[in-house]
Structures are given as structure tokens and as C-alpha cells.
């Protein structure tokens, strides 16, 4: 009689997802909201891997966690196979339906700069279904489910990304905007201070930065409210609630219909490049190659 013994258990996909995420990130709380789970449920998952092992992967701290010798040591080998795993699921949906292309954007481009173009993507491939999700954080296109994502990109010699082909759009420039009626009332650039300088919560430093560079001899009053939509605060500098400063890429088309005017032409190009990037996963999709050369055209 043949004795079949048991096969040993690997220890369940979720803790090992939720061990390479925090050791990757440096907390349970930081992977719990890329996993989108509590911070609970990943240190739970954690542990039970750790009695799996009979070893402990973190040492608990009242400030956080720290990876032990033994989880530093697997790390790598842990976050190569989520990230070919998550290239294989990628692949696999991008080839199965290869005319719903999903776009993630940065929220004010995608407000802005993306959906006056997607007319012309479905005037060039009308059988595209094309979805877009608005995302302050830019994606991991080798994990997350996208095929291309547009945001703005610092410092882009150094942060290229291998698992993905990356499109220059245009750096970023930045100068004051606002209504033609408010321009009216500006005639030099101490006006600034007598006009309501309008802020948007995530480029807090536009102002500041623009400031040293224009008029870097002058101390300008810029306060204003604060607005967390970049689009809801170009909205309000084309009502004339006050001066907003400008991303380039983002207000042309305001700037072209002449709701908004440029006050002080002063320019400041940041170190920042707006980018298109494309999922390794989608490479073979033959639409790809269409839909960026069209979001490229002037």
C-alpha cells in the first residue's frame, strides 16, 4: 500500500502581500492603505506568517516597526516576485481586453490637461473604452491596475522607472493667472499685495517659489484661501476671486479662450516634468502607441 504523506502548506498569499508591503514601505499603517486594509488586519497577517516561520520579521517599537536581520535579508526576493506576479496579472488583463485602456492621473490633470484631449482619442479610436481615475499618488503600473498614468515627476533623470516606458510632455512652468477684470487692476508688481493671492493645498510653495524668483527683492503679501482641488481654485481665479499661480500645461486652454490672462509675465520653469507613462504589461496593446501620440499633439 502506497502511503501518500500530506504536502507541507505555504503559508497564505495575503501575509506574505502584507509582510512584503510593510517591510517595502517601513510600517503597517503605510501598507494597510496601499492594501487598503486596516493597519490591524496587516499586522495580523504579519504575525501569523511570523509563527509560519518561527521567526520574528519586525521588532515592535512604540514609534513603529523595524525589519529584523531576517526580514531585511528576504525582502528583495519577496518584492521581485510580487512585482513579476503583478506583471503577470497586468498582462493577463491588458491582453483580455485590449480596447479598455484605464488612464490615472494626477486629479488637476486629468481636470485640465487630459480630458480636453480625450475627444480627439476617441475621434482616432472610436471602439476605445477608456476609463480615468484621479489619484494624488502616482501608481505602481507593475502592481496596480492601469495601462497609462500623467502626472508631474520630480527630479526626472533620477526617478525613471524601469518597468516602464516614459514620456517627456513638457517641464513644468509656472507664473501668475487670473481674470482679465482682475488683471485690469494690477499695474505693477507691488499690487500683489492689494490682490487675493488664491492657494492650492498640495503645491503649497508655488507662490513662495515664484516670489524669489521674480521679485526677489520685494516682500509681497500672499495670503489667500486654501483650496484642495487645483481645478476648483482655477475655477476661481477665472471668476475673479483673486490671482492663482499657473502650471503652464494645465491653464493653456484657459489662457487661449481668454478667461485667464498672465499679470506678470515672469516665468519660472521648476524641476518638475509633466510625464506619460506607460504599463510594461501593455506594451503589446496596439492601441498604445495611437493614444499617446494623440495626448502628445499640440
Same mark, same amino acid.
Given at each position: 500500500?502506497t502511503?501518500?504523506?500530506p504536502r507541507?502548506?505555504i503559508?497564505?498569499?495575503?501575509? =506574505?502581500? $502584507?509582510f512584503?508591503?510593510a517591510?517595502r514601505l ?8 496601499e492594501l487598503c486594509?486596516?493597519?490591524?488586519a496587516? $499586522?495580523?497577517?504579519v ?6 516561520v518561527g521567526?520574528?520579521?519586525f521588532i515592535?517599537?512604540s514609534q513603529g516597526?523595524?525589519?529584523?536581520e531576517?526580514?531585511q535579508?528576504?525582502?528583495?526576493e519577496?518584492?521581485?516576485a510580487f512585482d513579476q506576479?503583478?506583471?503577470a496579472?497586468?498582462t493577463l488583463?491588458s491582453? $483580455?481586453?485590449p480596447k479598455h485602456i484605464?488612464?490615472?492621473? =494626477?486629479?488637476?490633470i486629468?481636470?485640465?490637461w487630459l480630458?480636453p484631449? =480625450? ?8 471602439e476605445?473604452t ?5 489619484l ?5 503600473l507593475?502592481r496596480?491596475?492601469f495601462d497609462i ?5 520630480? &527630479?526626472?533623470s533620477?526617478n525613471?522607472?524601469?518597468f516602464?516606458t !516614459?514620456?517627456e510632455?513638457?517641464k513644468?512652468?509656472?507664473?501668475p ?5 482682475v488683471?485690469?487692476r494690477?499695474?505693477?508688481?507691488e499690487?500683489? &499685495?492689494?490682490?487675493l493671492?488664491?492657494h492650492d493645498?498640495?503645491? $503649497?510653495e508655488?507662490?513662495?517659489k ?9 516682500s509681497l503679501?500672499?495670503d489667500?484661501?486654501v483650496?484642495?482641488?487645483y481645478g476648483?481654485?482655477?475655477e476661481?481665479?477665472? &471668476?475673479?476671486?483673486g490671482?492663482?499661480m499657473?502650471h ?11 478667461s =485667464?490672462?498672465v499679470?506678470?509675465?515672469k ?9 506619460? !507613462? !506607460? ?9 498604445l502607441d495611437l493614444?499617446i501620440k494623440?495626448l502628445l499633439?499640440?
Amino acid at each position: 500500500m502506497t502511503i501518500v504523506p500530506p504536502r507541507p502548506q505555504i503559508p497564505p498569499l495575503n501575509s =506574505l502581500r $502584507a509582510f512584503e508591503a510593510a517591510a517595502r514601505l517601513g510600517g503597517f499603517s503605510t501598507a494597510a492603505d496601499e492594501l487598503c486594509v486596516t493597519p490591524g488586519a496587516v $499586522a495580523q497577517h504579519v504575525k501569523s506568517l511570523e509563527a509560519w516561520v518561527g521567526a520574528d520579521l519586525f521588532i515592535r517599537r512604540s514609534q513603529g516597526v523595524e525589519l529584523t536581520e531576517l526580514g531585511q535579508n528576504v525582502l528583495s526576493e519577496f518584492s521581485a516576485a510580487f512585482d513579476q506576479l503583478g506583471l503577470a496579472v497586468q498582462t493577463l488583463r491588458s491582453q $483580455a481586453t485590449p480596447k479598455h485602456i484605464r488612464i490615472a492621473a =494626477l486629479p488637476s490633470i486629468a481636470q485640465l490637461w487630459l480630458s480636453p484631449k =480625450l475627444p480627439s482619442v476617441r475621434q482616432a479610436a472610436p471602439e476605445l473604452t477608456i476609463s480615468v481615475t484621479a489619484l494624488e499618488k502616482e501608481p505602481n503600473l507593475q502592481r496596480e491596475p492601469f495601462d497609462i498614468s500623467i502626472f508631474y515627476r520630480d &527630479n526626472l533623470s533620477k526617478n525613471k522607472d524601469v518597468f516602464s516606458t !516614459t514620456y517627456e510632455v513638457c517641464k513644468d512652468i509656472i507664473f501668475p493667472v487670473c481674470s482679465p477684470q482682475v488683471a485690469s487692476r494690477l499695474y505693477k508688481h507691488e499690487d500683489l &499685495n492689494k490682490a487675493l493671492c488664491l492657494h492650492d493645498a498640495s503645491w $503649497a510653495e508655488d507662490w513662495s517659489k515664484w516670489i524669489s524668483h521674480a521679485l526677489p527683492d520685494t516682500s509681497l503679501s500672499t495670503d489667500g484661501p486654501v483650496y484642495s482641488l487645483y481645478g476648483l481654485a482655477i475655477e476661481e481665479a477665472r &471668476n475673479g476671486a483673486g490671482i492663482m499661480m499657473g502650471h503652464k500645461a494645465l491653464v493653456e486652454n484657459h489662457l487661449k479662450d481668454g478667461s =485667464l490672462v498672465v499679470p506678470f509675465d515672469k516665468p519660472l520653469t521648476l524641476d518638475r516634468t509633466l510625464v506619460i !507613462t !506607460t504599463a510594461q504589461s501593455a506594451k503589446s496593446n496596439p492601441y498604445l502607441d495611437l493614444i499617446i501620440k494623440t495626448l502628445l499633439e499640440k
